[in-house]
């Protein structure tokens, strides 16, 4: 009987951001399942659009037994703190140690993001995976799932048999890619042995607005990688990279496995050839007050809502969701008096707000400050918060399962929630920080997406899954936040040699 211990441990760290990561973070979980051990993990996560529900499937599927150890999610944020990394490896190195030395262990699945750097480690993948590989010896498979943001350094490649990353951004295909995981490791099993492996680093960072896949010249990249799969015999993952690491191995990565050594150098340098061209990865993004003008004029005829992204704020990213350059600039240009109560913005991320809304209660209107002035990689602070009445419009337990593609069938739990109104704008309140990528969270406070004008998203990217379908056009804005849009406006002083800032 095959025994496979799985784990999982997902940060994506922004290290110019405001806020750690500390282990209640992991606790809560936020935009992730909060943490589990043991057998709750499989019952919760089974099913669920994530790496290891895929992995649980196909594993299943095999007629392999699991072996659940831990699972660890925290939204985006800064650093890993020493002792949550601590405690979350530690579990893991300990639950490998007793089946090792119990009924035994065959293999090892990690589902990791790729980007987390922890306070003590830079690379803390790496640094897990180094520790299981000392754990279980040269020749026991270890393989694990990446986010197609993740940071890749050689060392994770040294250590782990197989690495395989998501194809999608927005992620639609966490789940399917648990399942190329678990077919790497049949693979694994049925040759004795590591495939080869080719990798090739780009010299450059990419903007986190120019990487998706909903758009050229990543459509077009990621369906070149799937046919030269399929040409080559080969699995090719290339992650985009996470460009907000301050950490010697951020950057994008394209690697390779295949039974051919041949085979695989031949793939990795074919699509390298493709990807490396820099001027396809070169975007404009809008400011505020221009990416606001134009959604009220592109709003007077579109028969769809406007989507702008507030891109610099996105809590998928290190941002706090609570910053307030795109709500000031909404009721400077009156947007809501142009098209009252069809103009919302979320996820507005004001644990005081909410419970001052909730006392209140539906129908009233309440004084407040609204949102936070954060800290930014400028070194200014974002803009002040909005101060004025608002009218509660409604109120939510912050209980909320998502329908979208994007980790489809996941219930977050994000405190109290309201719908604030003021002067015709609605603002999403909640208690717990979310990006903005599926309509359910709206729908959540009583806004209904598709019969609003102008709708702002706190998120880069992953809305486009759920929000592009119902939006007459998108826009991108770049008001103070957290989140650089480009990579060169950051104070960059750990990347590798000649690492370019731009394509």
């Known amino acids: 009987m095959t025994r496979i211990l799985i784990a999982g441990y997902q940060h994506e760290t922004n290290t110019f951001a405001p806020s750690l990561a500390d282990w209640a973070a992991f606790e809560r979980g936020d935009s992730f399942p909060a943490y589990v051990h043991g057998a709750p993990m499989v019952e919760q996560l089974a099913g669920v659009n994530i790496p290891v529900g895929g992995f649980i499937q196909s594993a299943r599927q095999r007629g392999w037994t699991l072996l659940p150890s831990g699972w660890a999610g925290a939204i985006p944020s800064s650093f890993v703190t020493r002792e949550a990394f601590e405690r979350i490896a530690n579990v893991i190195c300990q639950d ?8 035994g262990l065959d293999a090892v699945y990690l589902d990791l993001h790729g980007a987390a750097v922890a306070q003590h480690a830079a690379d803390s993948e790496g640094e897990l995976l180094a520790r299981l590989r000392a754990l279980v010896g040269p020749d026991l498979p ?7 943001h993740a940071n890749v350094s050689p060392r994770m490649l040294r250590e782990a048999d197989a690495l395989v990353a998501y194809r999608s951004y927005p992620h639609v295909d966490m789940a399917e890619t648990g399942e190329r995981a678990a077919e790497l490791l049949a693979q694994r099993f049925k040759l004795g042995r590591r495939q080869a492996l080719h990798l090739r680093r780009l010299p450059f960072l990419i903007a986190l607005n120019a990487l998706s896949t909903w758009l050229e010249p ?10 030269l799969d399929r040409h080559h015999g080969v699995v090719l993952s290339f992650c985009m990279g996470f460009p907000a690491s301050d950490i010697e191995d951020c950057a994008p990565m394209i690697w390779g496995h295949g039974h051919s050594s041949e085979a695989v150098t031949q793939a990795v340098e074919a ?11 070169r975007l404009e993004i809008l400011s505020a007050r221009d990416a606001v003008s134009q959604a009220i004029n592109l709003a007077e005829s579109a028969d769809k809502p ?9 809590p998928g990213a290190g941002g706090d969701s609570n910053t307030t350059g795109l709500l000031h600039a909404l009721l400077a240009q009156g947007a809501g008096q142009r098209y009252p109560g069809q103009v919302a913005l979320g996820l507005m991320f004001d644990a005081a ?7 209140a209660g539906v129908g009233a209107e309440i004084e407040l400050a609204l949102g936070t002035a954060v800290p930014t990689f400028t070194g200014q602070p974002s803009d002040p918060p909005v101060s004025g009445r608002f009218k509660v419009l409604a109120l939510s337990d912050g209980a909320c399962t998502l329908t979208g593609p994007m ?22 309140v909640v208690s717990g920080k979310k990006q903005l990528l599926d309509r359910e969270l709206l729908r959540m406070v009583g806004i209904q997406p598709e019969a609003m004008r102008i709708i702002v998203v706190k998120s880069s990217n992953h809305f486009r899954a759920d929000f592009q379908p119902i939006a007459s056009q998108v826009l991108v804005a770049k008001a103070a936040g957290p989140m650089a849009a480009d990579p060169a406006d950051l104070p960059w002083r750990h990347l590798a040699a000649g690492m370019r800032l731009r394509p």
């Not at 990543?218 to 046919?227: D, F, I, K, S, V």
């Not at 977050?412 to 603002?427: D, S, Y």
């Open 306 to 314: 406007v989507v702008i992204a507030d891109t610099q704020d996105n």
């Open 353 to 359: 707000a909410a419970r001052a809304a909730m006392a």
């Open 271 to 281: 699509l390298y050839a493709q990807v490396a061209e820099p001027a396809q990865w």
């Open 142 to 148: 270890i393989i694990a799932s990446l986010d197609l």
């Open 96 to 103: 490998v140690v007793t089946a090792r030395d119990g009924a």
């Open 218 to 227: 990543a459509r077009g990249l990621y369906a070149e990688l799937q046919r």
């Open 407 to 428: 980790m489809t069938g996941l219930t977050v739990q994000l405190g109290a929630c309201a719908c604030l109104e003021i002067e015709g704008i609605r603002v999403a």
